[in-house]
């Protein structure tokens, strides 16, 4: 099997946010943290359930082949040109090693939640100013009628800060929705999404069947009327 660009593109995404992966038969990849859970439908239909230890690496060796075909056998993945001019077998991790990454407790988003746009120009912008003003989160803040995504610190108030409007529908829903900016680690586009009392989805709107679920920090995330 090959393995197309966009494919290839979220597994680099998915390296960021999990070193391993469990591959499942199908066409849905997963990856989970403590903090996110993210899943993608692609074009590829996987085989069978085998798990790579370290992503990242698998991508690198991937990225030794000019047009790669992938070949999932039962003891080791094996990669090689279409020509047949170079091969590699790659080891699975162990058993248990890498569990199977499905969401233990992601809670029914309630009837009503807080409805938002984000673009790519935005999502550009909110990904830079993380790093130019050197704040730990991000907050999505609704005062019932307007939304606002933006740098934050509630450890300290003080000090510079970015926030833009998004295209947004409260339905009088407030809330301060804060979340570890090491935790925004989607791919560049843009996205359409909800805030819930709990977490936050983005949803893709550039082309890929890709979903994320941010847990909000507890302790400092208000959500309500």
Do not use: W
Request: net charge neutral; aromatic share 10%.
């Amino acid at each position: 099997m090959k393995i197309s660009t966009d494919t290839l593109s979220i597994l680099k995404n998915f390296a960021v946010i999990n070193e391993g992966i469990l591959f499942t038969p199908g066409n849905v990849l997963r990856t989970i943290t403590p903090a996110i859970y993210a899943e993608a439908t692609v074009e590829e239909s996987f085989p069978k359930e085998k798990g790579i230890f370290n992503l990242a690496n698998l991508l690198s060796v991937i990225s030794l082949f000019n047009d790669p075909e992938l070949e999932f056998g039962e003891d080791a993945l094996r990669i090689a040109e279409s020509d047949g001019k170079a091969e590699t077998k790659y080891g699975y991790a162990g058993a248990g090693q890498v569990s199977l990454p499905h969401p233990k407790k992601l809670k029914k988003a309630p009837e009503k939640v807080i409805n938002f746009k984000l673009t790519e120009e935005q999502f550009s912008k909110i990904q830079k100013a993380t790093s130019l003003f050197n704040k730990p989160e991000l907050m999505i803040t609704s005062d019932g009628s307007s939304l606002r995504i933006g740098t934050s610190n509630h450890k300290n108030q003080q000090g510079n800060y970015f926030s833009l409007v998004l295209e947004s529908e409260p339905n009088g829903l407030t809330c301060n929705a804060v979340f570890n900016k090491e935790h925004f680690n989607l791919l560049k586009g843009s996205y359409t999404g909800f805030v819930a009392p709990d977490y936050t989805v983005f949803s893709n709107n550039s082309g890929l069947n890709l979903t994320y679920y941010i847990g909000l920090e507890p302790t400092t995330s208000t959500f309500g009327k």
